[in-house]
């Protein structure tokens, strides 16, 4: 199996958020709220930018793909 093309810090990055590992953690912490039935792009803490974003990286299956399903996995745990 390869390894993502991204990181979970280089999608923070592209996202506009603090990306240090730390930052990430609280952000996680702090966003675990998402009702299963929610796909990640709609969740509420997200810019309309971002949302956007996010569901063009899952619809279009784009590189960022493996690296936003991580963070959906991350979010939902």
């Not at 675990?32 to 956007?52: E, H, M, R, V, Y």
């Amino acid at each position: 199996m390869e390894a993502p093309v991204h990181s979970l810090n280089a999608l923070f990055e592209q996202l506009g958020l603090p990306s240090s590992e730390s930052e990430i953690e609280t952000f996680i912490e702090t966003h675990k709220t998402i009702a299963n039935t929610t796909p990640l792009a709609q969740a509420p803490f997200w810019t309309p930018s971002q949302a956007a974003f996010l569901a063009e990286a899952i619809s279009d299956d784009a590189d960022w793909a493996e690296v936003v399903d991580q963070l959906d996995a991350m979010l939902r745990a």
